[in-house]
């Protein structure tokens, strides 16, 4: 009689074999193989579902990482386009003029 329900969904189709080894010389299955059968199986299954997870959000961390690095290039060209130096000071390309900066007085910073 074949076994429905959830246990059968999700052990994998190699049980029956692993069962057969575990028999005894008689061909009796004890129940505390079957029991340590499936609480190794629930184990794997828990290990593979923790690989996946840390796979992923790896994989999230190296796109936001990427997107970090891009947008960092993006906003170096784009200053560099908009912004010069002459003689060591900030000028607007377009004015010539210097850009206005705020300074903090050395005060402040040290404590």
């Not at 002459?86 to 900066?101: E, F, H, Y």
């Not at 007085?105 to 040290?110: C, D, E, N, T």
Request: glycine share 10%; proline share 5%; net charge positive.
């Amino acid at each position: 009689m074949p076994v429905h329900g959830p246990i059968h969904r999700t052990l994998p189709r190699d049980v029956g074999r692993r069962l057969q080894e575990s028999a005894g010389s008689e061909g009796q299955v004890t129940v505390d193989a079957v029991v340590g059968l499936l609480v190794d199986e629930r184990r794997a299954a828990n290990d593979r579902k923790l690989t996946q997870s840390i796979v992923m959000q790896l994989l999230v961390g190296l796109v936001v990482l990427l997107a970090a690095f891009a947008g960092s290039i993006y906003m170096v060209v784009k200053l560099d386009s908009v912004v010069g130096n002459d003689n060591g000071i900030m000028v607007s390309r377009s004015t010539g003029q210097p850009v206005a900066v705020a300074s903090l007085p050395l005060r402040a910073i040290s404590m």
